[in-house]
């Protein structure tokens, strides 16, 4: 069964770092290109980062390109999402997901970022 438990959330500061961790199981995670997605209230689920497999190649959406920084740890089947320099619009619930398994979503870990 296809899992991910993210954490690492919480409140934060207008200008503050967070960095969100999700553990994978249930598939072989080395070999699946993994993702980072949100969704802030009223809003629909956003692609946010995507870091390749096998490569690590990495790419992120506009809105945090240049504050976030996605990395994984093959060994602990983990997949990281450093945020830096947070914003009030970063608010939202951020979830992990593989992409081989794009229906499969967990419950995700609350960013909020507010003063």
């Known amino acids: 069964q296809v899992q991910f438990v993210e954490s690492g959330g919480g409140l934060v500061q207008p200008g503050g770092s967070l960095r969100l961790s999700c553990v994978a199981s249930?598939?072989?995670?080395?070999?699946?290109?993994m993702r980072w997605y949100r969704q802030a209230p009223g809003k629909e689920r956003e692609f946010v980062a995507t870091?390749?497999?096998?490569?690590?190649?990495?790419y992120y959406a506009a809105s945090v390109k240049g504050r976030g920084t996605i990395s994984r740890d093959n060994a602990k089947n983990t997949v990281y999402l450093q945020m830096n320099s947070l914003k009030p619009e970063d608010t939202a619930v951020y979830y992990c997901?593989?992409?081989?398994?794009?229906?499969?979503w967990s419950q995700g870990t609350q960013v909020t970022v507010s003063s």
């Open positions: 997901n593989a992409a081989r398994y794009p229906n499969s």
């Open positions: 870091i390749g497999a096998f490569d690590g190649s990495t």
């Open positions: 249930g598939f072989t995670f080395s070999s699946s290109i």
